[in-house]
């Protein structure tokens, strides 16, 4: 019977490591991101999702070591452009749509008032 329970132990604890579970050795922590065919792109899925950490492509997996501790989420980098004037024919509205336009649903636009001109500004993700 006990030699049933420790193969039990031993079978759990091997199916959560070959499943992808997350594992804890001291300060380090590793887990598999999935399906792979290349260690760069296995890296940069790694330090997307884990500050400081680092993807290998194994045997067309891609294990990820990283620091212990929350995921923190890179800051998303913003730029600004300018898409034209902003008058009684382009409003807020109509500089914002033309922000959509050039840069997706995530681009903001705006008139503003810079120096002496009403210009339509557009804030967008771009990296």
């Known amino acids: 019977m006990n030699q049933v329970s420790n ?38 899925r790694c330090t997307a999702q884990h500050s400081g950490g680092v993807g290998v492509c194994y045997s067309n997996v891609c294990y990820c070591d990283y620091p212990c501790g929350p ?17 009684f024919k382009c409003d807020n509205v109509c500089c914002n749509s033309r922000c959509e336009g050039k840069y997706g649903s995530e681009g903001i636009g705006e008139c503003q008032t810079v120096g002496s001109s009403n210009l339509c500004t557009c804030e967008y993700v771009c990296g």
């Open 71 to 87: 995921i923190i989420p890179h800051p998303r980098k913003t730029c600004k452009d300018t898409l034209g004037t902003c008058d």
């Open 7 to 44: 193969f039990s132990v031993i079978f759990i604890i091997l199916a959560l490591i070959i499943t992808g579970q997350i594992k804890v050795e001291g300060r380090t922590c590793s887990r598999t991101l999935g399906e792979c065919t290349s260690s760069f792109y296995c890296d940069k």
